[in-house]
């Protein structure tokens, strides 16, 4: 690994859909942040008229979001970082900070923290939607549509990922099961 390489975390598409190259994939957890359904999408999962909801980190103090950590190559870094820009900051809902996040799979560097680029929603964005019921999240997952597919794909794609990376999320577990009941009935 070189000096300059450039750590990405990702907690929701990005950690089966990256849409960048990278040189290593790392399950890890990021401390003090957690995963949800808290954002409203206008562009990817939902319209103006009618907004999805995507996932994003959240702070909550003594939480932990375990996700996938991407080493990008130093002469790659650049490209990514301006491809994720476009993509995650496209509404600027979400700022990019660094955050250390700690290497837990099996391999060189395990247990170390590694600096990550991480993007955070913003609270004060008028599309934070962090506050929202189980029952709200559900109505609004079972109707959504937007340029990328309907809202019960993405999450569903992501319980799926995540319990194959073995990184099952309780919360977001309960969440698909209430959307599938809201759909069965």
Known sequence: MQRDDTWVFGYGSLMWKPGFDYAERRVARLDGFRRCFGLRSEHYRGTPEFPGLVLGLDWAPGAACHGMAFRIDAEQAEAVRHYLAERELISRAYFEAVYPVE???????????????????????????????????????????????????????????????????????????????????
Request: one cysteine or more.
């Open 103 to 185: 290497i837990l799979c099996d391999g060189p560097g395990q247990g170390t923290a590694r600096d990550a680029l991480c993007y955070i929603m913003d609270r004060t964005h008028p599309q934070y939607a962090g506050t929202l019921s189980e029952h709200e999240q559900v109505d609004t997952i079972c109707r959504a549509i937007g340029p990328s597919g309907p809202n019960v794909e993405y999450l569903m794609n992501t319980v799926e990922r995540l319990d194959a990376f073995g990184l099952p999320d309780d919360e977001l577990r309960a969440l698909a099961e209430a959307v599938r009941a809201k759909l069965a009935a």
